[in-house]
Nanobody, 128 residues
Framework: QVQLVESGGGLVQTGGSLRLSCAAS????????MGWFRQAPGKEREFVAT????????SYAASVKGRFTISRDNAENTVYLQMNSLKPDDTAVYYC?????????????????????WGQGTQVTVSS
């Protein structure tokens, strides 16, 4: 069993930056792909970014590519999401998740159904 705790959310103005952290406990996440997702009020949860087990391969949703960066520190059992040039449309609860499927460890996955363990989320609000 893996427990995930997100932190780093908050209120920021348009154009600002935030760095989200996702600390894992209970089991090492170094062998798993990891992902960030978000859910805005009244909308479905959507993919944001994913990273391979090593962090060498990453992919992003088109809406955040070039502005967000996912990274991981396996020694610290932590995954990060650096968010720059934030927009009001980025306002959402952000979740990190573990993808335990061996087929996904090299490239990660953008499909929420591939992820088994989820954190409670951290609120990000971008004011205009």
């Amino acid at each position: 069993q893996v427990q995930l705790v997100e932190s780093g959310g908050g209120l920021v103005q348009t154009g600002g930056s935030l760095r989200l952290s996702c600390a894992a406990s209970g089991r090492t996440i170094s062998s798993y792909a990891m992902g960030w997702f978000r859910q805005a009020p009244g909308k479905e949860r959507e993919f944001v970014a994913t990273t391979s087990w090593s962090g060498a391969v990453t992919s992003y949703a088109a809406s955040v590519k070039g502005r967000f960066t996912i990274s991981r520190d396996n020694a610290e059992n932590t995954v990060y999401l650096q968010m720059n040039s934030l927009k009001p449309d980025d306002t959402a609860v952000y979740y990190c998740a573990v993808d335990p499927n061996p087929q996904d460890i090299v490239y990660g996955s953008s499909r929420a159904s591939r992820y088994d363990y989820w954190g409670q989320g951290t609120q990000v609000t971008v004011s205009s």
